[in-house]
Structure formats: structure tokens, C-alpha cells
């Protein structure tokens, strides 16, 4: 993993996408050539030096452009990859995006550029990208590596939830070779095998200490070998922290925020978020108005009502505030008191449930950022009758309160919608990683993370 800012990113996937960027650029660039050297008129000569220029800006469009409708499809999700290298269907569907997009780019160019692509250069360039991208993806395992052995240190819940959660959030990255106890006995009564010994016959790469009891624990001494000998030695929440970008709240301790120097929030790094979030949220007000207009007629048309929807959210430090959100729902919807929303929701109108869908309803709380209630990145506000049930039941719950809530956050690009005390756990979980790493630098992934959401309406009921 690497760090950059606070934040952790996988290393493989960063390989991956320059490696494959470099093959679809240069395949792209012999296929355009090649093909427009063979469909060129018997008696004429492809003059590559008046074609290049041409060329190389076809090739500089098919690379963000294949990588994006990659990146669209999941294709750098390393599980979704390796699964998808059997049938092809989501590169496939990415290649015919692509072409489709480039097409349309190349037909529009010499309108603003004086450059032309000579015959068949479109074609050869997306035949050559498709045949780059599928020698990386054929040889993926090469490229990016085999999965990471992890050795974790206990048998417990703990040991076992750590072990689900790499199996779950850890993308094909990592593989857990044992559960090992120190304190066991061997079956023939012999004292267990140590630590740092075991972590050599398996050939792991990382040790994580996850005992429930630490009582006994007589293997510190081998984890500090195993840190000497290369190895990669964590305890719990520290490898969940780097590597699955979360902090499962049944490792969590006190201390670990406590002691955390990424809490302590200078004043330029505040004003700059505070100038980023201004920024930001007046340019989606700006670039959303006209269709917010037409959003409006639809409302007043479909139902009858108020336009917008105010309600009582907790903010920074405890204090409420009002939000404004386009009224998705009828007038009596919470008539019975407050209920989580649910799949399939009777009281959602029908353009409330397009608007839903898309993340429509949710822009006027561009108004909450610019009167400072809201960042535009953060975690997800809650209603205050329901953070004071999921105070009680939840450890470190008060903990969003940290930072201002947002109309996007790390929580709600890695986590589906949430509507129940398991799932404002889990989200917890990933909304402690970005109070405790949050960075402008986070904010901007977040940001171009969730326009894959809103594309693909993904996370919204």
C-alpha cells in the first residue's frame, strides 16, 4: 500500500493502470498506423510525419478514455478483474463505449483542430487499444502479482473477523494462510511453533496480531523478528486501516484516535477545505441550475407539496441544523414517526424515485455547504433521533461528529445504502477512516468516485 496525504492506495492497482495505459497507447498507435498504411490508395504513400499528429491525439484519447469505461465497469476492481478475464463481457462493454465516444470526438475534431485522421485509423487505433488492454488483462496475474499471505496471530472472533474482512474488502489482494494461536499446543503435545517461525514455513508477507486475550502473550519477541527479517507486522485496526481503508469497531481502542497526530486539524488546512468546499458546491449549483429548474416543474406536476424538504440533521460537534433536499416522498410519509427508508418504499413518489436514483434530491444541500452547516465531503448527517439510538448501541458513533457532514463521503462510495444498526456499523467504519485521514487530497478521489455512482446509480433508494 501507499500513502499519500493520509490515505492508503493499493500499489497493484496503481501498476495496473499505468502499465495498461502505456500498452493501450502504444497498441492503439501501430494499429491506427498499420491500418491506415493498408486501406491506403494503391498510389499514394501514407505520409507518417503528416499523420502523426493525428495519430498521437487519437491515442491520447483512447487511453482516459478506455480507462475511464474500464474503471466504469469495475475493471479495476482486482476480484471483478480476475473474474471477468473468463467471458470479457465488461471489457467488451467498455471497448464498445469507448469507440463510440472516440468516434464521435475524432467526427467533431477538425471542427475545432485543423488535424485529420487519415481512413481506417479509427478502426486500427480500436482494434490495437482492445488487443493492449487484453494482453494486460490476459496476463494479469504477471502484471499486478499473486495475492499477498497474511498470517494473522489468534483464533478468535477477532482473529476471524479480520480474516472476513480481507476476504470481503480485500479485492483478490490478500490471502489468509492460518489462524495461528502461540499458546495452543501442537497435537503430539509439543509447544506450539513459534510465531516467526511459522510466518517463514508459510511464506508470509504480513502478520497481523489479532488475539482476543492477550494474556499469556509470549509471542511479542517473534512478532519483532518477523518485523526484522521484512516482514510486515500489524496489529488489528492498523492493517484494517491500511489495507481495507476502515476501522472495524470491535478493535477499535481509544487510544488509536487518542494518540493520532492526523486529528489535529491546522488552521490553513481548515480554510483550504472550507475555499475547496465553496468552490465545488458553487460550480454543481452553477452547472446544475437549468436542469434543476426542470426537476422543480416535474415535482409540482407529479405531487402535491412543498418543492423542497427540510429536516433536522446532527452536524459538527452535536449542533443541528436544518437540511434542504428535493421533497422525494409524499407529504405524509412520516406521519407514524421516523422510519429508515427501505428498498421499494411505498411513500416515494415517481419522480421522487428518479430523482433518488440519481442523487438528484440531494444537490440543494449545495445551500447547507455554502452557509458552512455541511462540507462537501464527508460523513453521511443523520437525524438526531436516530444518532442518539445508534450512540447506544454503537461504540465511537459519536466520533462523525468530529467533522462536518457531507453530501458525499468515503462511507458512501464503499458501502451500499444503509437502513439498519448493522449497516450504520459497517459505514461507521469507513467514516472513522476519513475522519482520521480525511485531506483535500481523499476529498478529490471521493468526488471522481462518486460520479461513477451517480452515472451508474449505484448506493440510493
Known amino acids: 500500500m501507499l500513502r499519500v496525504f493520509h490515505h492508503y492506495f493499493s500499489s497493484r492497482k496503481l501498476t495496473l493502470f499505468v502499465i495498461e495505459g502505456a500498452a493501450i497507447a502504444l497498441a ?64 467488451l462493454k467498455a471497448a464498445g463505449v469507448t469507440t463510440a465516444v472516440v468516434g464521435l470526438l475524432m467526427l467533431a475534431l477538425p471542427l475545432v483542430l485543423p488535424v485529420r485522421l487519415p481512413p481506417g485509423a479509427l478502426l486500427g487505433g480500436a482494434v ?13 496475474r504477471a502484471v499486478v502479482g499473486v495475492p499477498s499471505r497474511v498470517l494473522i496471530v489468534g483464533d478468535g472472533l477477532k482473529a476471524r473477523s479480520v480474516a472476513n474482512a480481507i476476504e470481503q474488502g480485500g479485492e483478490d489482494s490478500f490471502q489468509v494462510v492460518a489462524l495461528v494461536d502461540p499458546r495452543e499446543p501442537r497435537a503430539n503435545g509439543q509447544p506450539a511453533e513459534p510465531v516467526d517461525v511459522t510466518a517463514e514455513r508459510l511464506g508470509a508477507e504480513f502478520v497481523v496480531q489479532a488475539a482476543d486475550d492477550m494474556r499469556g502473550a509470549n509471542w511479542m519477541e517473534a512478532l519483532l523478528r518477523c518485523r526484522l527479517a521484512g516482514r510486515r507486522v500489524y496489529e488489528a485496526s492498523g492493517f484494517c486501516e491500511r489495507v481495507l481503508r476502515r476501522f472495524p469497531v470491535a478493535h477499535l481502542r481509544t487510544s488509536d484516535f487518542a494518540f493520532a497526530d492526523e486529528l489535529t486539524v491546522s488552521r490553513p488546512r481548515r480554510w ?41 440533521r446532527v452536524g459538527l460537534n452535536g449542533r443541528t441544523y436544518q437540511l434542504w433536499k428535493f421533497r ?14 427501505r428498498a421499494n418504499d411505498d411513500r416515494v413518489t415517481r419522480v421522487g424515485r428518479f430523482i433518488r436514483k440519481t442523487r438528484i434530491d440531494e444537490i440543494p444541500q449545495v445551500f447547507n455547504i455554502l452557509t458552512g452547516d455541511m462540507s ?74 462518486t460520479v461513477r455512482h451517480v452515472l451508474l446509480a449505484r448506493g440510493a433508494r
Open 376 to 449: 462537501f465531503v464527508g460523513p453521511r448527517p443523520e437525524r438526531p433521533v436516530f444518532v442518539e439510538q445508534l450512540k447506544q448501541q454503537i461504540p465511537f458513533y459519536g466520533l462523525r461528529e468530529a467533522v462536518k457532514p457531507g453530501l458525499t463521503g468515503w462511507a458512501q462510495i464503499r458501502y451500499p445504502y444503509g437502513a439498519s444498526v448493522e449497516d450504520a456499523r459497517n459505514k461507521l467504519e469507513f467514516d472513522l477512516y476519513y475522519v482520521k485521514n480525511g485531506s483535500l487530497f481523499l476529498d478529490m478521489g471521493i468526488i471522481f468516485h
Open 28 to 91: 492503439c498507435l501501430l494499429g491506427a498506423a498499420a491500418c491506415a498504411r493498408m486501406l491506403a490508395p494503391a498510389d499514394t504513400h501514407l505520409a507518417l510525419n503528416q499523420a502523426m499528429p493525428g495519430l498521437l491525439l487519437l491515442g491520447a484519447t483512447f487511453v482516459p478514455t478506455f480507462q475511464f469505461s474500464l474503471y466504469l465497469m469495475d475493471l479495476y476492481n482486482l476480484r471483478v478483474a480476475a473474474e471477468d478475464r473468463g467471458r470479457g463481457a465488461r471489457l
Open 272 to 312: 483550504a477545505k472550507r475555499v475547496f468546499d465553496i468552490l465545488v458546491a458553487s460550480t454543481l449549483l452553477l452547472c446544475a441550475a437549468p436542469f434543476l429548474l426542470l426537476v422543480a416543474v416535474a415535482l409540482k406536476l407529479d405531487s402535491k407539496g412543498p418543492l423542497f424538504y427540510r429536516q433536522e
Open 128 to 140: 490495437g487499444a482492445l488487443v493492449g488492454t487484453l494482453l494486460v488483462r490476459a496476463s494479469l
Open 328 to 341: 422525494s416522498m409524499r407529504t405524509d410519509a412520516e406521519k407514524d414517526g421516523a422510519v429508515w427508508a
